[in-house]
């Protein structure tokens, strides 16, 4: 069995590993507070280009968003999205079990637009009955989406223009950040990201990391008594310093960059076999995910041989699946995946 089915599948890139066990036996204070942290972050804050930001490390995905959400929105309001993105989706009802609903906006390939935020505002705050209804109180997005798809910074100059000019803030989650900005049609910088958005995070799970996602917040006001609330939702880890090293060795030397360019490099050549085997693309991803359409019966016997991620039902004869390629993915694997293609 050959395994593609996601980008989370390994341990840690070695250098992470050889950093811990060089820093097992040292004495470090807890929850972010020691020195491997304070190194992250100035490193994060200087390949962002933003000498100020408030820099946390979490473990995951999903309790970042939740904590993120929770922290800047008040009780009766609620959070933008697209129909596809990971908290309408793949979270089990996280933020609606944290109090806020989730709006989904008209989207195209997994985006939004800065348009739609702006109709959907304007209708709401046209409504006489608002007062009594869910107010929109921030934007969520992803870079890559959901569908492995990019905001170009045109269009993401967009999406901030219009949240700034509703004082709501724009938060992007980067689980994937890294192979979004290794993509060849990538123009969106990290130090663009740090202007345009009010705040968003650095994935460290699915780009080399054990766990860990660190969340940067370029206003560091912009939630007063952050820490606290980061506590009660269960998501400060005490054992801070292992999330502070994981980073700090993933922002040496532009380890998270080098190792996000192959990812890239791997899912390229992935594309092209795939084309040249004929096989029909779902959606145009520029990065580590690929999505194919792929006919029921043929996918059965695909399942014998290699793990795939199950992503939905294309009609009745057609599934749509998704492979991914990673920091970690072996050119012979992807050479052994192409062959029983
Ligand atoms: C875009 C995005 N955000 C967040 C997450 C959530 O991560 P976790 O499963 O670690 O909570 C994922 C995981 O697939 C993701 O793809």
């Known amino acids: 069995m050959i395994h593609f089915e996601s980008d989370y599948l390994e341990g840690a890139h070695p250098k992470i590993l050889e950093r811990l066990v060089e820093t097992n036996m040292d004495k470090t204070e807890g929850y972010g507070e020691d020195p491997y942290c304070a190194s992250a972050r100035d490193k994060i804050r200087k390949a962002c280009d933003c000498p100020n930001a408030a820099i946390y490390f979490l473990v995951g995905g999903t309790q970042t968003n939740s904590t993120v959400i929770k922290a800047l929105l008040r009780s009766f309001e609620g959070v933008m999205d697209a129909p596809s993105g990971h908290i309408s989706c793949h979270e089990a009802g996280a933020i609606e079990a944290g109090g806020h609903k989730v709006f989904p906006l008209p989207s195209v390939d997994g985006k939004i637009s800065g348009e739609e935020v702006d109709k959907f505002m304007k209708a ?8 009594h209804m869910v107010r929109p109180g921030m934007v969520y997005i992803s870079q890559p989406t959901e569908y492995g798809t990019l905001y170009t910074k045109k269009e993401l100059e967009e999406l901030s223009k219009v949240c700034r000019a509703h004082k709501i803030p724009l938060f992007m989650d980067g689980a994937r950040l890294g192979y979004g900005l290794a993509a060849s049609c990538n123009d969106v910088t990290l130090p663009d990201i740090a202007r345009l958005c009010d705040i968003f995070y650095i994935g460290g799970t699915k780009v080399g990391a054990l766990f860990g996602e660190a969340l940067v917040m370029p206003d560091p006001d912009l939630i007063p008594d952050f820490f606290p609330m980061i506590k009660q939702m269960g998501a400060s880890l005490a054992k801070g310093r292992l ?63 290699i793990f795939y991620e199950y992503v939905e039902a294309y009609d009745d004869g057609h599934t749509v699946i998704r492979f991914c390629t990673s920091w970690a993915t072996a050119e012979e694997d992807l050479d052994k995946l192409l062959a029983l293609l």
């Open 243 to 305: 999330l502070g090293i994981q980073f700090e060795t993933l922002f040496t030397d532009d380890l998270y960059f080098k190792i996000s360019k192959h990812a890239i490099e791997m899912a390229d050549k992935l594309e092209q076999g795939l084309k040249d085997k004929g096989y029909k693309f779902y959606i145009n991803s520029p990065t580590n995910q690929k999505f194919i359409i792929v006919d029921n019966g043929k996918l059965e016997e695909l399942g014998k041989s």
């Open 124 to 131: 709401f705050l046209a409504d006489g009955n608002r007062d």
